[in-house]
């Protein structure tokens, strides 16, 4: 079993920065993607980010040089720095764990709040 726990989020003028941390714990294939989803209000979750372990990343076209993540593999930690935020960033911002070893496996954290005032 694996747990997330994230932290991070908050309310922010636009403009403004953010950065999400996740911590993950527990049996965790070393070769892994963690990544950052986000769910706006009746929308559907999309991926923002995500970094292998190997550390190739990806990020959505709406966040290319506004965000950046990175992870620290030691720690199994992910972070996300969010810099010149838009009120469209708003959202459920999620952790995402995963990886696939004969199966595929994927564990999501509780979520963190991020608002962005107009």
Do not use: H
């Amino acid at each position: 079993q694996v747990q997330q726990v994230e932290s991070g989020g908050g309310l922010v003028q636009a403009g403004g920065s953010l950065r999400l941390s996740c911590a993950a714990s527990g049996t965790i294939f070393s070769r892994n993607v963690m990544g950052w989803y986000r769910q706006a209000p009746g929308k559907q979750r999309e991926l923002v980010a995500s970094v292998t372990s190997g550390g190739s990343t990806n990020y959505a076209d709406s966040v290319k040089g506004r965000f950046t993540i990175s992870r620290d593999n030691a720690a199994n930690t992910v972070y996300l720095q969010m810099n010149s935020l838009k009120p469209e960033d708003t959202g459920v911002y999620y952790c995402n764990t995963g990886w696939y070893n004969l199966a595929w496996y994927d564990y999501w954290g509780q979520g963190t709040q991020v608002t962005v005032s107009s």
